[in-house]
């Protein structure tokens, strides 16, 4: 038997197959993955495990939000009209935010990296040359952790404040302070039409806070077909909110800590407000995880290829998963890419020379540029999967835009009094296969699954012709796109 020394004995404790930078639900994911397919993995976490998602982005909004929605819902049905039409108690509903965010405590999830088999280290992780990565703990010493086949950079995204004079004084509102507010400003401006921006400004006029939409742009949520900005712009103006387009915030003051703070327009004019939101986009978290150590550039989005292995690194052990990658920031695609990066890790640990990267293969994130589904939940809800026709024609297919009111059809009437929405699919004529779907109305988010089934699995449209909606449910829809397609 031989001896081992101190140092030797950390530097095999602390090395594993797959190192994970960033406990969010990307990392969690390739983590899992990685380790139930035979690999030992380590996770590093400098915050809280479960990361922006669980506690300051998709948990605490849908927890604001579903009340909102409920309580529209419950407006538009005969016989619960009166019952609903009283203000939300906000109180409620934010301890229910509140339970949805574990209360900013990550003890669950820490048990549950426990209970999967992953290794887990709190601190601020830097990459520190090839499959090296340095953790400072906080406690004085740092911990060296080595991979022998890959490190995953999963450290997600950080809200974006634009360079305004007297901003940082004024205390903005980011998205994680707008998800975990503990009170309701009485005047909220919300800056930024994209889907925080709506879905924010739906949330706290709800709760009682008088909102103006300051929006840059033309429309709201312009990445989706232009009908969906239209309808959430016409419903937020009915529930209350001042939704103004074409202006820009040139300056922001705050002139008493406690007093309320002023908006300063292009145009010159000003808007007082108690609080202001940026929902204004997100940046990378790499500016400081030691991308310099591995000829990168710090503070940029990491490029991949479609297994998410890092361009420009040598031997493919550099990954870059979810948020940080740009490719689609959202939760599921961040988990989806997570699925993948653990297969082709474990692939690579088991010898395999070729990994299966073709288009749809088992070690290509394929769906996020042809079938990235998404639900804005808005009143109404907007839902999309894949191209709009605007995207489909730039990208030079020929396109047909099939276009039909959600409100004549038979279940969603039932659904709602008025139901307002509509739907478009945007048909690929060569090959007569959907290319992207998008629904605008009352409950459409749990509609959008079966689009996403068409689009990723490239249904042609004549087999689409016997997947029968059940009468009378809203689904029905389909069946009037196809009819009007057909003729
Ligand atoms: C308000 C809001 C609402 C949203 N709602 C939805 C929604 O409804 N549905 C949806 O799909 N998406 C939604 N998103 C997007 C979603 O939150 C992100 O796509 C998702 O969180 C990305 O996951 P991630 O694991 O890549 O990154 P993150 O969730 O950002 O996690 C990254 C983790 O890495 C950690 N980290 C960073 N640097 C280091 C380091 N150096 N060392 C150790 N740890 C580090 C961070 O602390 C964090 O915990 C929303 C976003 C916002 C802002
Ligand atoms: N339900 C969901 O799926 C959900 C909910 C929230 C966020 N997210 C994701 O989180 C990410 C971030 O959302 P977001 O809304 O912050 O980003 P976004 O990119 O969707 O929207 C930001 C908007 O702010 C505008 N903007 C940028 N700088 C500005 C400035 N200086 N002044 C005025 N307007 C400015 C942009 O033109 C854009 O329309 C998105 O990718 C989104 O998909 C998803």
Known sequence: MSATTGTEEATARDTYDVVVLGAGPTGENVADRAHAL??????????????????????PSKALLRPVTA??????????????????????????????????????????????????????????????VVVATGGGEDRVLTARHAVAVCTGSRAVLPDLPGLADARPWTSREATSAQSVPPRLAVVGGGVVGVEMATAWQALGSRVTLLVRGGGLLPKMEPFAGELVAESLAE????????????????????????????????????????????????????????????????????????????DGWL????????????????????????AAIAAQAQGSTALDTGRWGA??????????????????EAASVGLTAAEAERAGHRTRAVDFDLGSVAGAGLYADGYRGRARMVVDLDRETLLGVTFVGP?????????????????????????????????????????????
Not at 49 to 59: D, K, P, Q, R
Not at 85 to 94: F, G, I, N, T
Not at 363 to 372: E, F, L, R, W
């Open 38 to 59: 035979g690999l030992s993995a380590v996770i590093v976490e400098s915050e809280l495990v479960g990361g922006e998602c669980s506690y300051w982005a998709c948990m």
């Open 71 to 132: 309580r529209a819902d419950a407006r538009r049905v005969p016989g619960l009209l009166q019952a609903a039409a009283v203000p939300l108690d906000s109180k409620a509903v934010l301890a229910h935010r509140d339970a949805f965010a574990s209360h900013w405590k990550d003890d669950g999830q820490v048990r549950w990296l426990d209970s999967a088999g992953i290794d887990f280290v709190r601190g601020r992780a830097r990459l520190d040359g090839p499959r090296r």
């Open 239 to 314: 529930a209350g909110a001042t939704v103004r387009t074409g202006v820009s915030v040139t300056g922001v003051r705050r002139e008493m800590p406690n007093g309320p703070a002023t908006v300063v327009l292009d145009n010159g004019e000003e808007l007082v407000a108690d609080e202001i939101l940026f929902a204004t986009g997100r940046a990378p978290r790499t500016d400081d995880i030691g991308l310099e150590t591995v000829g990168l550039e710090p503070g940029s989005w990491l490029e991949t290829d479609d297994t998410c292995r890092v361009k420009g690194v040598a």
């Open 319 to 342: 990954y870059a998963v979810g948020d940080v990658n740009h490719r689609a920031l959202l939760t599921h695609q961040g988990k989806y890419q997570a699925r993948i990066v653990g």
């Open 363 to 380: 070690h290509a994130a394929t769906a996020d540029t042809a079938a990235v589904p998404q639900v804005v939940f808005t009143d109404p």
């Open 443 to 487: 409950a459409v988010g749990e509609l959008l699954h079966s689009a996403t089934v068409a689009v990723a699995g490239e249904v042609p449209l004549d087999r689409l012709w016997h997947a029968v909606p059940a009468y009378p449910t809203i689904s029905e829809v389909w069946l009037r796109l196809l009819e009007t397609y057909r003729g």
